[in-house]
């Protein structure tokens, strides 16, 4: 059974940094691609952030790159997500995406609140 999980989030005021870290279990991960999204409330979900299965490419939000950065663990089944000069509008719940093909498997969510 896959299981994905978020961490990391917390209540930050603007211009902090924080580093979100998801972890998958369950399965080998070595080709999959991972991405970020978030989901503020009243909003639909939003790509942040992919990176490719070998980590060699990555792909940003227009609105975010510059701030947010992707980047793999040393073990294959780790994603990480820095956010540098939070902002009060980055507020949401960030969720971490696995696929690879018709596959995805999605985490729970860790919520990120930016106090202005």
């Known amino acids: 059974q896959v299981q994905v999980a978020e961490s990391g989030g917390g209540l930050v005021q603007a211009g902090a940094s924080l580093t979100l870290s998801c972890r998958a279990s369950g399965r080998t991960f070595s080709n999959y691609g991972m991405s970020w999204h978030r989901q503020s409330v009243g909003k639909e979900r939003e790509f942040v952030a992919s990176i490719s299965g070998r980590g060699k490419a990555t792909t940003y939000s227009d609105s975010l790159r510059g701030r947010f950065t992707i980047s793999r663990g040393n073990a294959e089944n780790t994603v990480y997500l820095q956010m540098n000069d939070l902002k009060p509008e980055d507020t949401a719940i960030y969720y971490c995406?696995?696929?690879?093909?018709?596959?995805?498997?999605w985490g729970q969510g860790t919520q990120v609140t930016v106090s202005s």
């Open positions: 995406k696995y696929f690879n093909g018709g596959e995805a498997y």
